[in-house]
T-cell receptor
Framework: GAGVSQSPSNKVTEKGKDVELRCDPI?????LYWYRQSLGQGLEFLIY????????KSGLPSDRFSAERPKGSFSTLEIQRTEQGDSAMYLC???????????????FGPGTRLLVL | AQSVSQHNHHVILSEAASLELGCNYS??????LFWYVQYPGQHLQLLLK??????LVKGIKGFEAEFIKSKFSFNLRKPSVQWSDTAEYFC??????????????FGSGTQLTVLP
């Protein structure tokens, strides 16, 4: 079956512009995660959705970052007034998210590479 | 906050050499443990995982990892590497008894280069 998909695969923008990244999880997965991978760094957790709610937003680096998952399916990550430090690979993952299940595997998408000039 | 350490940033081996990549985490409770691999130009793929039971877990492509609870370690091993194992390897931890039970905490990754 289809894996996690993300669009666009690459995004180049100018400092100060807003960008929106999209993630489509694996069909049937209710949990969705956003991570950021900066050059030479590991993955940094941003936000987690269970269905259409976000119980854990602890990783969002500033109020310029927001994410939505209005219908519990695809999700969008928006970065307002982008800065050069926002340049990174933004990765999305999904998992089954069954209530109470704690032994889950996250499956990752190909990522969106964001470059802020 | 929990952290994951991968002490080897870049490992270079010749084909057929044995591999061991270190991973240590700092969390005293129950954890799920993962190794992910990212081949050049590809996205992150699950290599193997430990949830419970036998602390020696086997993954794809001949990889295995051993969970040693007393050492807070989950080292990745392969007896004989191939050129196609050239990739970046990430250790990840999910502390299942904490409030942030869903997120994965990743190490900074180890780049493995296998020379033909």
């Amino acid at each position: 079956g289809a894996g996690v998909s993300q669009s666009p695969s690459n995004k180049v923008t100018e400092k100060g512009k807003d960008v929106e990244l999209r993630c489509d999880p694996i069909s049937g997965h209710t949990a969705l995660y956003w991570y950021r991978q900066s050059l030479g760094q590991g993955l940094e957790f941003l936000i987690y959705f269970q269905g259409n709610s976000a119980p854990d937003k602890s990783g969002l680096p500033s109020d310029r970052f927001s994410a939505e998952r209005p219908k519990g399916s695809f999700s969008t990550l928006e970065i307002q007034r982008t800065e050069q430090g926002d340049s990174a690979m933004y990765l999305c993952a999904s998992s089954l998210g069954t209530s109470g299940r704690i032994q889950e595997t996250q499956y990752f998408g190909p990522g969106t590479r964001l470059l802020v000039l | 906050a929990q952290s994951v350490s991968q002490h080897n940033h870049h490992v270079i081996l010749s084909e057929a050499a044995s591999l061991e990549l270190g991973c240590n985490y700092s969390y005293g409770g129950t954890v799920n443990l993962f190794w992910y691999v990212q081949y050049p130009g590809q996205h992150l793929q699950l290599l193997l995982k430990y949830f419970s039971g036998d602390p020696l877990v086997k993954g794809i492509k001949g990889f295995e990892a051993e969970f040693i609870k007393s050492k807070f370690s989950f080292n990745l091993r392969k007896p004989s590497v191939q050129w196609s194992d050239t990739a970046e390897y990430f250790c990840a931890v999910n502390p299942i008894s904490s409030g942030s039970a869903r997120q994965l905490t990743f190490g900074s990754g180890t780049q493995l280069t296998v020379l033909p």
